[in-house]
């Protein structure tokens, strides 16, 4: 995990090292490519992993891989954007800007996501009627969501949120710095 994650520093550091600070003050402007990257990492994408959930859990699709389908549905982009970006000679300054955005809106975003569609996907905390075996019933459904909720290594989770956070700002102080000597 420590290779992963420092590979993943690495990469989002020198994309973001390459990235003239004027170009990205420009694209923190552009609030209509900001929302709408916004709008479909944190409603879109979660939505659709839901209704993927939903069209494949009777289909052999385990409640495991349902989760897992859940959490990179709902989890930023954001890296291997910035490279395709890159690769291509796009606008990685916009991407970047994406990346650090969603990454710092995502600290929110994630966990909500996750627990609103856990929630429905698997029907968990259901509203019941007050008769006694529906009561724990509902009981039982609250430690099977906790139980699935708490197989999120959520320390992991914010770990790389922190990690991409750190890495862009690094990366966007060298290209600064760089770009100041010039």
Known sequence: QILSS??????????????????LREQVHNKFAIL????TQFIVMPLLGYLSVLLL???GLTEPMALSLLIVTASPGGSYSNWWCSMF??????SVTMTAISTLVSSIMLPANLLLYV???FGFGGSSSGGEGEEEEGEADDDRQGGILKNIDWGSLFVSLAIVIVAIGLGLCASFKISSHR
């Open 6 to 23: 420092a590979l993943l520093f690495l990469l989002i550091f020198g994309m973001s090292a390459t990235v003239e600070v004027s170009h």
């Open 36 to 39: 709408a990257g916004v709008s």
């Open 57 to 59: 859990k009777h289909r």
């Open 89 to 94: 000679n796009a606008d990685l300054a916009l």
């Open 119 to 121: 929630n429905a996907a």
